[in-house]
């Protein structure tokens, strides 16, 4: 799979330590992105998922994987692939997405990857909606969904944002 790059001591995407892998690729071209190297799908570097999930599992320290970009689900199968071996680590798995939950519920493929997130930061990030007082997201548009419980509930559940 194509990535940016990759962080193993992130405490910003995130509760705890978390391993972030940052997907090359994006078409949401968001005024205002934080990430504009990671547009070109062309751009970053090639690596396998067992080179990464090998990276993955070399700190004993990490509580969860971050999938963050550019765009994750517009490569959901490699990192469908990393999420199951996530969990299988018992890793919490986040994944951000310029898509909405709803859109990604609707596309058979990127569905497959929503069903194994215990939380989705979801939506563009909107520079008129910019706070640096939000936990987790960047605009006050973007959601930090709970999965499983938006999946049993048959609509949005949000993650209560954390107490400092
Ligand atoms: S979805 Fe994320 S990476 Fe893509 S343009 Fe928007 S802010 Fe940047």
């Not at 550019?70 to 999420?83: H, R």
């Not at 939000?134 to 609509?155: C, F, H, M, T, Y």
């Amino acid at each position: 799979m194509r990535i940016a790059g990759l962080t193993q001591d992130s405490i910003v995407d995130g509760p705890g330590f978390r391993f972030t892998v940052f997907v090359q690729g994006c078409t949401h071209h968001c005024e205002g992105c934080h990430n504009p190297q990671t547009h070109d799908p062309a751009g970053g570097r090639e690596m396998t998922t067992d080179e990464i999930i090998r990276e993955m599992r070399s700190n004993p320290l990490t509580d969860g994987l971050t999938l963050s970009g550019g765009e994750p689900f517009d490569q959901s199968e490699d990192c469908l692939t990393l999420a199951l071996a996530a969990k299988e680590s018992g890793l919490n798995v986040w994944s951000y997405s310029g898509y909405l939950f709803e859109q990604l519920l609707a596309d058979e493929k990127k569905s497959q990857l929503l069903k194994e997130l215990d939380v989705l930061v979801d939506g563009p990030f909107v520079l008129s909606q910019r706070s640096l007082a939000l936990a987790w997201r960047g605009s006050r548009n973007q959601r930090v969904i709970d999965v499983p419980k938006s999946l049993a509930a048959g609509e949005v559940v949000l993650v209560p944002d954390p107490v400092y």
